[in-house]
């Protein structure tokens, strides 16, 4: 069946570095992608997205890459800060248009 | 412009009691979401509404009603509330069903 899934659970990276979280889907139809980031406490917030019709999307510090062959998708933040310590997840719509799968999400720790 | 907001924060019951949480969005988005999360596991859609006046099932309805009779609010009810309903409950809204979610910050829930 479908499914969202990342890679690794937790992730540890040096303040400065750059940090890369990955995440992998089934439904080779899906068309559109988001990446939300979580901090404890709080709800998801919105990142950035991407269309299937796109490989890569950068944003402010983010870039997210598309691998349709693959079914890949990664989230790459750059010089990464310790206010970038949070649950980062990605999400797909599912074919009946009005839900979405959520991954369980990786959690980064930036280590200052 | 608040986003979405949910009231209250925190929340304590007793087995077999019933409560109300409240879900306000001011960004006259059309879909409106309620979702549960619990550790170890991704978001998980209790009931949405796709408009004024209606309202569908989720995964995981069971034990759980809604209502949306204004536009800009969503509410989720607990009728008996269980043990197995303590969780951190979101909120969400979206212009159409598969457009980005914009999440509120969350209500903690505990049924002892």
């Known amino acids: 069946g479908e499914s969202v899934g990342l890679h690794l659970p937790t992730l540890s990276v040096q303040e400065g570095d750059n940090s890369i979280i990955n995440c992998a889907y089934s439904n080779s139809a899906s068309d559109y992608f988001i990446w939300y980031k979580q901090e404890s406490g709080k709800g998801p917030q919105f990142i950035i997205d991407?269309?299937?019709?796109?490989d890569k999307r950068q944003g402010q510090r983010v870039t997210v890459l598309l691998n349709k062959t693959v079914k890949h998708l990664s989230l790459q933040i750059a010089a990464t800060q310790p206010g970038d310590s949070a649950v980062y997840f990605c999400?797909?719509?599912?074919?009946?248009?009005?839900?979405?799968?959520f991954g369980t999400g990786t959690s980064l720790t930036v280590i200052p | 412009n608040a986003g979405v907001t949910q009231t209250p924060k925190f929340r304590v019951l007793k087995t077999g009691q019933s409560m109300t949480l409240l879900c306000a969005q001011d960004m006259n988005h059309e879909y409106m979401y309620w979702y549960r999360q619990d550790p170890g596991m991704g978001l998980r859609l209790i009931h949405y509404s796709v408009g004024e006046g209606t309202t569908a099932k989720g995964e995981v309805p069971d034990g759980y009603n809604v209502s949306r009779l204004k536009k800009q609010n969503f509410l989720l009810g607990l009728e008996s509330a269980a043990p197995s309903q303590t969780s951190v409950y979101f909120c969400a809204s979206s212009t159409a069903g598969t457009d980005t979610q914009y999440f509120g910050p969350g209500t903690r829930l505990t049924v002892l």
């Open positions: 991407i269309r299937s019709n796109m």
């Open positions: 999400a797909e719509p599912k074919n009946t248009g009005n839900q979405f799968y």
